[in-house]
């Protein structure tokens, strides 16, 4: 039960009454006196109360403080392993977005108490709105050049091949006799492209590019007729260089990826044909009874080719899944020497694999490739003896960041079907400037 106002009188109200009654003249009014009394008593009790008020808000402030310290703490953690996480430079070669916005706390509603709205300490990290970038392999495509930034790759691309094969220059009566010519022949092929590309960012979401090829190849042609009375095998050499086909290209990053969403981004390649014309060149007969061959190797395919193309980019920490789809369009022409229209046939490309940053500065990456070659058409009819090729690579990538501006790549691609070139090895060495 709550204790009469009288018993919860602070000792200095007793005090200062008894004060008052000692030092009151006799004969003054008790009355008076007693009200005087009561109302010191009143003041000194809602001194009491603004004193326990501000005792209460202190403490309110105290506990604010202290979540606000520990929010800090938190947010340096989160910024200290957003530091430390292995995220690669130029060519994740973009997919950025804009810088996040300052987070400033909402102002307290009206007969709110401010200690009510929790308070944010610092700058929130930037909102990642591009992906991470990959080592690249083959011509995958990797994250969209800054704005305003132009980055120069010298590249150096070696590719090799080794093809045997059985022809039957006659007829067979029956499967096991053949009369005519058995041509064992062996094809051993090297090509050397190298190509300086610029690639220019227009906006946060737009780049455009250019690449120059220059393109030395060479081919060994080792055969030996099993029906012909000489043992002995018949070489053929061949090679050919020159400036290669120019290439232009745009790409756009289509949506606003995240840790949890995919990144895609849309391309467009054309490929002219600057390169020498496969129908320019001089073809000789070297070996008896054997089909004509090239006496000089053409640098082009000597056909216009469109490349639409879709890019996906799905982080996930610490690895980035990709993959594309492209399908090429090879506009047919009249190449005239007697050949008439010839349409090289279309393809479509795709090929899937996985980044993984392995440090600040290094990355690696795996991937699988493969093309599907339509056949082609001669005078809007396919030849009896068309195939449709199928080309297939495995591809692993690495990149080393040699500094804020360069970053070292290189690319090893191992043919896993027959028409595969069997080692494709390229060498970037992409600058921003």
């Known amino acids: 039960m709550e204790a009469p106002i009288a018993c919860r009188r602070p000792a200095g109200a007793v005090f200062a009454a008894a004060m008052l009654a000692a030092a009151s003249p006799a004969g003054a009014d008790p009355a008076a006196g007693q009200r005087e009394v009561e109302a010191l008593t009143r003041q000194l009790e809602a001194e009491g109360r603004k004193l326990d008020a501000l005792r209460e808000s202190l403490d309110e402030r105290s506990r604010a403080l202290e979540q606000q310290r520990r929010a800090l703490e938190k947010l340096e953690r989160e910024r200290t392993r957003a530091t430390s ?13 804009g810088q996040a916005q300052e987070q400033r706390p909402a102002p307290p509603a009206q007969g709110t108490p401010a200690q009510e709205t929790p308070a944010t300490v610092g700058q929130a990290p930037e909102a990642q709105r591009r992906p991470p970038e990959i080592a690249p392999i083959g011509r995958q495509a990797g994250v969209l050049t800054p704005p305003r930034t132009l980055i120069l790759e010298p590249s150096l691309q070696y590719a090799h091949s080794t093809n045997t094969r059985v022809a039957v220059i006659g007829f067979s009566i029956i499967p096991a006799v053949v009369i005519g010519l058995i041509d064992v022949r062996t094809v051993n092929r090297s090509a050397w492209v190298g190509a300086l590309t610029a690639r220019y960012g227009l906006t946060n979401r737009l780049e455009v590019e250019m690449r120059v090829p220059y393109v030395y190849r060479s081919d060994s042609t080792v055969a030996r007729p099993f029906n012909d009375p000489s043992a002995t095998d018949s070489i053929f050499n061949a090679s050919g260089n020159g400036i290669g086909d120019l290439e232009f290209a745009t790409r756009y990053q289509l949506n606003d990826g995240g840790a949890d969403r995919p990144y895609f981004i849309g391309g467009l390649r054309l490929k002219t044909r600057t390169g020498k014309d496969p129908f320019e060149v001089q073809r000789v007969s070297p070996f008896s009874g054997a089909e004509q061959l090239e006496a000089e190797l053409p640098t082009g395919s000597g056909f216009y080719t469109l490349q639409p193309s879709v890019t996906m980019l799905f982080p996930s920490d610490p690895a980035v899944f990709f993959g594309s789809l492209l399908y090429a369009h090879n506009f047919a022409r009249n190449v005239g ?46 030849p009896p003896l068309a195939l449709t090729v199928q080309l297939g690579q495995l591809l ?10 360069t970053t070292f790549n290189v690319s090893l691609g191992i043919g896993v079907t027959q028409d595969a070139p069997d080692v494709q090895m390229t060498v970037r060495l992409p600058m921003r400037f």
């Open 85 to 97: 996480a292995p995220l690669p430079d130029e060519s994740q070669r973009d997919l950025r977005g």
């Open 337 to 382: 020497g007697g050949f008439g229209t010839i349409d090289p046939g279309d393809y479509t490309q795709f090929n899937f694999g996985m980044g993984l940053a392995l440090n600040e500065r290094a990355s690696f990456s795996i991937a699988y490739d493969h093309t599907i070659l339509q056949k082609p058409k001669q005078n809007g009819v396919t």
């Open 396 to 405: 692993f990538g690495y990149s080393y960041k040699l500094s804020q501006r």
